[in-house]
């Protein structure tokens, strides 16, 4: 069996595509970045350096030729950009991979979206997949959104290839570029003062990098799911900001402290900084989502991946921050550290 991975040279891909190579699997591995692609080098994996939204039908064909399953974990995942970007990487792209995976009888298509799409400025608790706002916070979401809609098209008119689509909340752990680095850069430019609403007391969900590669490997196993279905994935332990960023930088003994600033000024000064950036072209370093999101309530149910899939962590929250304080310790340069 053939597994093609996308978005490999990124965290989540990076971690997926290692597991399978363990597993034993033969690993197509793909993505933008052809340095990164190089060092993935594991028996049984080959990289293929592709951009999805512009490669050639022909390339496509080539990438999906002799594959069984697809973990589509590639897209642009970001708080701030041009609209152009977040389409083309993150609707085209899964529009034209989905479409070549069915050409090519693939068995089993799981497709990473993101919880972020829940998002609307509200105190949300327990939220369940069947959930919109009234309108999507960024263009990230957004395309997410409508990256779901695509796969829901296709799988139900091509009932051969079953779709499973998975949404987990706040990755963390080994190749993270995303949650931790954009931490200790606010650090660093803040001299070591984290200005946090609410103190960074707001509940919210995180995932271990671990367990979304597991959730991956159920929702390519498992017999009774349904085409087109999506799945909340967490680490079921709500926790607030605070505790995780004790948890994790007291062990690594880098020093902080947390400033409570109001939310209302942190969002006005995330306005100002997205007005400076529209104008600037570079990205602000507070978004109104970014602030929001530290602000507000916000966890979701397992309980349908739980049913279905039969979804249970497989690392706990506090193995979690172990198990990446470990992996950090050993590349500390991947972080400036």
Same mark, same amino acid.
């Given at each position: 069996?053939?597994?093609?991975?996308?978005?490999?040279?990124?965290? @989540?891909?990076? *971690?997926?595509? &290692?597991?399978?190579? /363990? /597993?034993?699997? *033969? $690993?197509?591995?793909?993505?933008?970045?052809?340095?990164?692609?190089? #060092?993935?080098?594991?028996?049984?994996?080959?990289?293929?350096?592709?951009?999805?939204?512009? &490669?050639? %039908?022909? =390339?496509?064909?080539?990438?999906?030729?002799?594959?069984? +399953?697809?973990?589509?974990?590639?897209?642009?995942?970001?708080?701030?950009?041009?609209?152009?970007?977040?389409? &083309?990487? *993150?609707?085209?792209?899964?529009?034209?991979?989905? /479409?070549?995976?069915?050409?090519?009888?693939?068995?089993?298509?799981?497709?990473?979206?993101?919880?972020?799409?829940?998002?609307?400025? %509200?105190?949300?608790?327990?939220?369940?997949?069947?959930?919109?706002?009234?309108?999507? $916070?960024?263009?990230?979401?957004?395309?997410?959104?409508?990256?779901?809609?695509?796969?829901?098209? $296709?799988?139900?008119?091509?009932?051969?290839?079953?779709?499973?689509?998975?949404?987990?909340?706040?990755?963390?752990?080994?190749?993270?570029? $995303?949650?931790?680095?954009?931490?200790?850069?606010?650090?660093?430019?803040?001299?070591?003062? @984290?200005?946090?609403?609410?103190?960074?007391?707001?509940?919210?969900?995180?995932?271990?990098? !671990?367990?979304?590669?597991?959730?991956?490997?159920? &929702?390519?196993?498992?017999?009774?799911?349904?085409?087109?279905?999506?799945? *909340?994935?967490? %680490?079921?332990?709500? +926790?607030?900001?605070?505790?995780?960023?004790?948890?994790?930088?007291?062990?690594?003994?880098?020093?902080?402290?947390?400033?409570?600033?109001?939310?209302?000024?942190?969002?006005?000064?995330?306005?100002?900084?997205?007005?400076?950036?529209?104008? #600037?072209?570079? =990205?602000?370093? @507070?978004?109104?989502?970014?602030? !929001?999101?530290?602000?507000?309530?916000? +966890? @979701?149910?397992?309980?349908?991946? /739980?049913?279905?899939?039969?979804?249970?962590?497989?690392?706990?929250?506090?193995?979690?921050? =172990?198990?990446?304080? %470990?992996?950090?310790?050993?590349?500390?340069?991947?972080?400036?550290?």
């Amino acid at each position: 069996m053939t597994i093609l991975v996308t978005g490999a040279t990124s965290g @989540l891909g990076r *971690n997926a595509a &290692a597991f399978l190579a /363990q /597993q034993g699997s *033969n $690993v197509r591995a793909t993505g933008r970045n052809r340095a990164a692609g190089e #060092s993935l080098q594991a028996p049984g994996m080959a990289f293929v350096p592709l951009d999805l939204a512009s &490669a050639a %039908n022909t =390339e496509l064909d080539s990438l999906l030729h002799g594959v069984d +399953t697809v973990w589509h974990c590639a897209a642009l995942s970001s708080p701030w950009g041009a609209w152009s970007d977040f389409h &083309a990487a *993150n609707v085209l792209a899964t529009t034209r991979l989905a /479409q070549t995976a069915v050409t090519h009888g693939v068995r089993r298509f799981v497709h990473i979206s993101t919880p972020s799409l829940y998002f609307d400025f %509200n105190h949300r608790l327990d939220i369940e997949e069947t959930f919109r706002p009234a309108r999507y $916070v960024n263009h990230y979401a957004s395309t997410k959104a409508q990256a779901e809609d695509v796969i829901r098209e $296709v799988a139900a008119t091509h009932p051969d290839t079953t779709f499973v689509m998975l949404r987990p909340r706040g990755i963390f752990g080994p190749h993270d570029r $995303v949650l931790l680095p954009r931490i200790l850069r606010l650090l660093r430019e803040r001299s070591g003062q @984290l200005p946090l609403p609410r103190a960074g007391t707001a509940r919210l969900d995180l995932t271990y990098v !671990g367990n979304v590669v597991h959730a991956m490997h159920l &929702a390519t196993t498992c017999a009774d799911v349904r085409s087109g279905e999506a799945f *909340n994935i967490t %680490n079921d332990e709500p +926790t607030c900001l605070r505790d995780v960023l004790d948890a994790l930088l007291t062990r690594l003994g880098i020093a902080y402290r947390i400033k409570d600033v109001p939310y209302s000024v942190l969002d006005l000064a995330a306005r100002a900084m997205q007005h400076w950036a529209a104008l #600037s072209g570079r =990205e602000p370093l @507070l978004t109104r989502y970014s602030v !929001g999101a530290l602000n507000f309530d916000m +966890t @979701l149910s397992t309980r349908k991946a /739980q049913t279905v899939l039969g979804y249970r962590p497989r690392w706990t929250l506090q193995q979690s921050i =172990e198990e990446t304080v %470990n992996w950090i310790r050993a590349h500390g340069d991947d972080y400036g550290l």
